[in-house]
């Protein structure tokens, strides 16, 4: 592993230098002439006089192949080592020229020595500065002419003889990690302590949804957190609430600023499928009419629950933090889950906001009317209480599920309509 990448750069030329006078290119035919093995970039290289040879780093990937080597190692150290810990591997890529103004056989004479070097060297090793030993493997990698071109047109030379080496693969030393900490010592084990009970947390609030498809099978679900209409049930999560003596519980919003309204009357001695309250959750039962509450279930929207708890042999109340609760429409199912085919259809319900309401037949969005609807419209009663609809005209025939949406939250699936 290195710190500097100057420390490659400077081994490679190194090496090309030592070889240069003992290269057997050189007899009483071939006598040898000056070089200078530099990591300077071509275009800067050709100031000075005599032959150039330039080994120039030009390019530089990650490997990530060899970093998850060492990643599988240091994440099974104590506590999991962050990235910082981790050695970055490099594969570096050298531009390999030669320069002499007015004279080829030259640049090809010290481009043969430089490629016999490395064709000798493979594998090149060294230490940097700091003392750590570092290897690398050499190999003279193929590049197109257009890519080649590509690269001198980036600088200011002229195109000369070059080859390009691929120097891998080169790990940066990192940071180094703390050390582990210290081996557990002894353990502490409490039974059923008999002080400092817990105050009682809220978590979140969930529901189980059903209901019946045209097929007549039920399908259900978890909602997390939870959308309920009129008359529904649901369950506040928490910890500690089998320890509370007294609860109030408190709904806000759905705008900023709202205030709490006090619905205590709410929580309820059985939640959904007759289960009882616990420790780790408490049951709601929203009231079956709309309207202020907590006598009526308010319109539709963004609100969240909380709780003020007076734990178990406790003298004051604790409030717990705000869980959310989305409130739907209700949707009457009294008139059965599958609609026969007709001009209009009547859907009874609460809470339906005239201006607020949107109606789809499966994907395809109705209209608001004014008046009675025409074909692909809808109307809300005054009341909120029923909404009336006519299927589009070009509607093909099939069975479509009736989806009622009020301030953007959709009821639960309740009514198919099914075109003849």
Known sequence: MIFDLSVVTDTLTKLITT?????????????????????NSPDASRQGP?????????HIDENHAQEGLFWTAQSQAAGG?????????????????????GNYVQ????????????????IIRGVDAGGQPWEVTLTLERRSYDELSRLWQATTSALRVSAVYRAAVVLIEPEQAPPPGPPVSSVGLAVEPGTGTPAPALLGTRREVRYAIPSGKIVSYVQDPATAAAGQELWLVGTGLGTTAAARLLLTGPYPGTGESDVT?????????????????????????????????????????????????????????????????????AGGAVLPAADQYVIAGTGFTPLATQVLLGTVPLQRAGGTPGP?????????????????????????????RIAGIESDPAHWLVIQ
Do not use: K
């Not at 005599?50 to 030009?58: D, E, H, I, K, Q």
């Open 50 to 58: 005599g032959a150039v040879l330039c080994l120039y780093l030009y």
């Open 81 to 101: 080592a962050p990235i910082r810990y981790q050695p970055m591997a490099l594969d570096l890529y050298y531009l390999l020229s030669a320069f002499s103004e």
């Open 19 to 39: 070889a240069w006078p003992d290269a057997p290119l050189w007899n009483p035919a071939t006598p040898q002439f000056g070089v200078s093995v530099t990591g």
């Open 376 to 404: 692909g419209e809808f109307t809300v009663n005054s009341a909120g209480t029923a909404i009336t609809l006519t299927p589009p005209a070009s509607l093909p025939a099939g069975t479509y599920q009736i989806r009622i």
């Open 107 to 122: 640049e090809q004479q010290a481009m043969s020595i430089a490629l016999r070097v490395f064709h000798e060297n493979p």
């Open 265 to 333: 009357s709410w929580l309820a001695p059985q939640g959904p499928a007759s289960q009882p309250p616990s420790a780790i959750r408490r049951a709601v039962r929203l009231p079956g009419a709309a309207g202020d509450p907590p006598a009526g279930v308010p319109a539709p929207g963004r609100y969240s629950l909380r709780m003020e708890v007076t734990p178990a042999g406790g003298t004051s109340a604790v409030g717990t933090a705000r869980v959310p609760l989305t409130i739907a429409a209700g949707v009457d199912q």
